[in-house]
């Protein structure tokens, strides 16, 4: 079982309330992924936004930062927008992580949960599936590190084109992260890639379909079913009701500011408090998070979950603490679970 930490890179604020820059938010993630590394955390994750909220808009750069101060921990993207990026200097920049951190980096390909990339670096939303798709498709050809030749609408044509850097393994690890469309799913299946499911609102179960259809798919098509791996969003603290005063208020004005965006009401705090309860909300003390972890763990049968530890402006040293807690009490505890 793989356990691991995601963020986007929220701004957080210092213990007096004020956010920090947000270059001081890039070097607070190098501290927690380092933190994360010595407590022998599996996998960090960064996410790409391009958000005055977030601080992280190339995470492979930060990983580059990362790599040269850890030793264990895995180093993926949480995801890596193709639809708006260069599958050739995706594969690179990656490749390049790989090399710095002696094997350890991983590509998690999405679409994306925002779209503010398409205009900024010129792309039509009118051609949104089009350009994962073509784009996923070169890209499960760079995987192969061969001479690629490829064409397309969305990007000019390869010819025998061969891409550096080459990684040590041969294979650079890839994963495709879905929010739940099924044909997002068999997709995935199609290029015999690993599945990470984005699972951020009600129970873990409802998503056991999504599984299903991932591994009948791969079968039919005749490519590999990995392990799943899920991620979701949570928060540790000393004690349940501090975990859940620490968070609200910051998950708050976040879920509002999207909501505004995608026409969702407020949130209130019976909302909230139900969703800690029994939706995708992992939060509290850390037994109370390992538990709910190891149930959703079972109840799916995946092989990794990744917990989003940062939602919103939460201060820098309520975050730190999460990430201590995770590492030396929650990981632990969900293993001892999971194989009892």
Partial sequence: MILGLDTFGDVPVDDAGRPLS???????????????????????????????????????????????????????????????????????????????????????????????????FGYDMAD??????????????LLDEKPVTWSGKTRPALTDADVFPKTESGRLTTWVGVGGSPESVVRTARHGLPLMLAIIGGPAGRFAPYIDLYKRAADQLGTTAHPVGMHSPGFIADTDEQAKELY?????????????????????RAEFDHEVESGSLYIGAPETVARKMAASARTLGVG?????????????SARTRAVELFGAKVAPMVRDMLNS
Avoid at 42 to 62: F, K, N
């Fill in 22 to 120: 947000h270059a001081a938010a890039i070097r607070q993630v190098v501290d927690e992924a380092v933190l994360a590394d010595q407590l022998g955390v599996d996998a960090i994750t960064l996410g790409e936004h391009h958000r005055p909220e977030y601080s992280i808009s190339t995470p492979e750069t930060v990983l580059a930062g990362i790599a040269t101060r850890t030793e264990r921990i895995k180093l993926g993207s949480g995801v890596t927008v193709l639809s708006s990026d260069d599958p050739v200097r995706v594969h690179q920049r990656f490749a390049t992580v790989d090399a710095l951190s002696n094997g350890r980096a991983e590509v998690i390909l999405g679409r994306g949960s925002f779209t503010e990339s398409f205009p900024l």
């Fill in 128 to 141: 949104y599936a089009l350009l994962f798709e073509e784009k996923l498709e070169l890209f499960v050809k």
């Fill in 304 to 316: 990794r979950f990744d917990l989003i530890y940062s939602a919103g402006a939460q201060s820098a």
């Fill in 248 to 268: 609200y208020p910051a998950y708050k004005v976040q879920r509002d500011r999207i909501g505004a965006l995608r026409g969702w009401p407020p949130l209130t």
